[in-house]
Structures are given as C-alpha cells and as structure tokens.
C-alpha cells in the first residue's frame, strides 16, 4: 500500500531524496512517519509530518540533516536527506499515521511500506 524508493549507494557527505507514495485513501487525512533499520540493530523514528504539513517532528540524529515534506496532490511524502553519515545506513520505511498527527512511536502507524535500502559509504 506504500511504496518507498530512492535508496541506493552514496557517499559520505551525500545526498538522496526518499519518496513514498501511496493511495490517496491510505494518506487521506493521516500523518506519514519514516523510520530506518540498520543491520542488527532495532527499528527507529527518523521523521514525520502531519497531514496538513504543519507539523514535523525529527529524531535528535538527523535534525538540521533531513528534511520531510509532503505533495498530497501527488500522495507522496519525501525524505531529503543531505549531509548522509555512515551511520545513516539502513532500510528506510515509510508508514501512515492513525491519524492526522504522529509521533515517534511506531504504534501510531498502521501500514508501512517495503522499504528502501540508503547505503552511505564511509
């Protein structure tokens, strides 16, 4: 029901930009989180964004790196990440909100996406 894309292979000090689309039904009315899992490790909020797009909320790790933003004229939500550091890599999901604003926590989104691998090269 989400599909993410853009990952790939970069270097450090890089830039990508993540999207995430998904069905005007599943985005309607709803925030959408991105969250990231690197090997080994436990899954983590990286960003979201309310449905109207006035609010944002950033994970301490990529404030003033990645910005979050949303076309709900084109059910996307984007994730521009600049600056990338090693420890950015990971498989980036991107889910929908319960509601018109989320937070960090995970069980605040109810579909998620397949995810999309960003590999920063040290």
């Known amino acids: 029901q989400l599909q993410a894309s853009g990952g790939g292979l970069v270097q450090t000090g890089g830039s990508l930009r993540l999207s995430c689309v998904s069905s005007k039904r599943t985005f309607s009315n709803n925030a959408v989180g991105w969250f990231r899992q690197a090997p080994g490790k436990d899954r983590e909020f990286v960003a979201s964004?309310?449905?109207?797009?006035?609010?944002?909320i950033y994970a301490d790790s990529v404030k003033g790196r990645f910005i979050i933003s949303r076309d709900n004229g084109k059910n996307t939500v984007y994730l521009q990440m600049n600056s990338l550091k090693f420890d950015d890599t990971a498989i980036y999901y991107c889910?929908?909100?319960?509601?018109?604003?989320?937070?960090?926590?995970?069980?605040?989104?109810?579909?998620w996406g397949q995810g999309t691998l960003v590999t920063v090269s040290s």
């Open positions: 964004i309310s449905w109207r797009g006035d609010g944002t």
């Open positions: 889910a929908a909100g319960r509601s018109s604003y989320a937070g960090r926590a995970s069980g605040a989104y109810n579909y």
